[in-house]
Structure formats: C-alpha cells, structure tokens
C-alpha cells in the first residue's frame, strides 16, 4: 500500500511512502513486482524521494504468506512501523507541513463555530453570553465580525424575514 500526505500541500505529493519488499540478494523492490514470495527477506520503509528507512523489518520476525508486507510492519491503521518511520521523514523534509495542515484544520473548525454561532444568534443567544462561554476565544471575535459584515450587506426587510420579528435579532 503506499501513503500519500492528501492534505492540498503540494510538496508532500513528492513524497508517496510504502513499504519496500527487501530481497535475498539486497535489492528492494515494489512488493507487487516480486516474481515468487519465497525471495522476500524482510521489508523497510520507502520515499519516491529515494529516502530509505533504517528499521528492517525481518520476514523471520513478520510472517507474510505473500510479498506484501503484513499490517505490522505495513503501520498505516496504527501509524506506526514502517509508516510511522516514512511519516517521520516526511516532517523533517517539510517541516513547515505540519503549520499547513493545522492551518486547515483551524479554517475548518472557524466555519463550524460560525455556523454554530449563528444557529446560536437566531436562537436568541447573545454574542456577551457566547464569549463568556468560550472565554472569548479570537474565534468566537471572528464569527461576530463575520455576522457584523454579513449584516451589513442584507437590508433591513431580510434581516426582519430571517429573524421574524423587528430589530436584527439579539446583541
């Protein structure tokens, strides 16, 4: 199975890891491109970067009845072996990687909470009540701009249809 950092950062898409099947005479190949099972010794991590892991996983010590290499070694489920090894690799030749996804992650999360806070807002709930409950995080000021401008460009028949009564709802 090969992994691939899927997160939209096109750097990491130079990076696809799997594990490569090592062979009596050395060699490592795809463990799809092994003629018989009997010829695999073990396997270990790999990069399309041409980096290699350290850590051999011997056959002896990872049964496998086929070339490929068992989820054990394999790692994906569990990230670890040898995908927690190409995982590693990876953070260290893209180290800005982890501020990318978290960046997303936090974008994401922004626009539930606003969703969530408008939910809130049309339910009555004050923006005084909703940053005491969170502390008054900077989301919870990014949600209430947010509401601020989108009020802003609605007239005020809109807001009085979308709230269904007087006034633009609660302060």
């Known amino acids: 199975m090969a992994w691939v950092h899927d997160s939209g950062y096109e750097p990491a898409y130079a990076h696809v890891g799997y594990p490569v099947a090592v062979q009596i005479d050395g060699t490592e190949t795809a463990s ?3 003629r018989t099972p009997l010829e695999v010794i073990g396997w270990r991590s790999a990069c399309d970067c041409g980096w290699r892991g350290m850590q051999f996983y011997s056959r002896r010590e990872w049964p496998s009845t086929s070339a490929l290499a068992p989820d054990g070694v394999d790692g ?3 990230g670890t072996a040898a995908f927690g090894e190409w995982e590693r690799h990876l953070n260290r030749v893209l180290p800005e990687l982890a501020v990318h996804d978290l ?10 909470l606003a969703r969530a806070c408008q939910a809130a807002r049309f339910a009555g709930v004050s923006w005084a009540r909703l940053t005491a409950i969170t502390g008054g995080t900077a989301a ?32």
């Open 32 to 34: 799809s491109t092994v």
């Open 76 to 78: 994906w489920d569990t």
């Open 103 to 112: 960046a997303r992650q936090l974008a994401e999360v922004e626009e539930r």
């Open 140 to 171: 919870i000021e990014f949600a209430r701009r947010r509401e601020v401008a989108d009020s802003s460009s609605t007239t005020a028949v809109e807001r009085q249809l979308r709230h269904g009564r007087q006034g633009t709802g609660p302060e």
